[in-house]
């Protein structure tokens, strides 16, 4: 038997590309039809109004507007992800009130 391991290549020398996952379209920002807003594996963001999903769970807007992260009722909070002509105006809490 050998005493020595021959010259061989190190045993370390593979790794896999990144997948470049997340968020790719923030909450407010203005999107264009076919804009990827958030790349995922499996559907951590659910597909709300006006956007689509694609096989591998890709959420991508399907009109001209503004990004919006909602909560889902009755689903247990689950997050998703809708596309709107104009950002929604909070009821009420526009900090300045007349007397």
Known sequence: ???????????NGR???SQRLGVKRF???????GNIIVRQR???FHPGKNV???????????IEGYVVFERMRGKGGRK????YPQLPVANGSNGAQSQ
């Open 1 to 11: 038997m050998a005493h020595k391991k021959g010259g061989g290549s190190s045993r």
């Open 15 to 17: 790794d896999s590309n």
């Open 27 to 33: 909450g407010g920002e203005y999107v264009i039809p």
């Open 42 to 44: 499996g559907t951590k």
């Open 52 to 62: 689509g999903i694609g096989k591998d769970h890709t959420i991508f807007a399907k």
């Open 80 to 83: 998703q992800i809708s596309v």
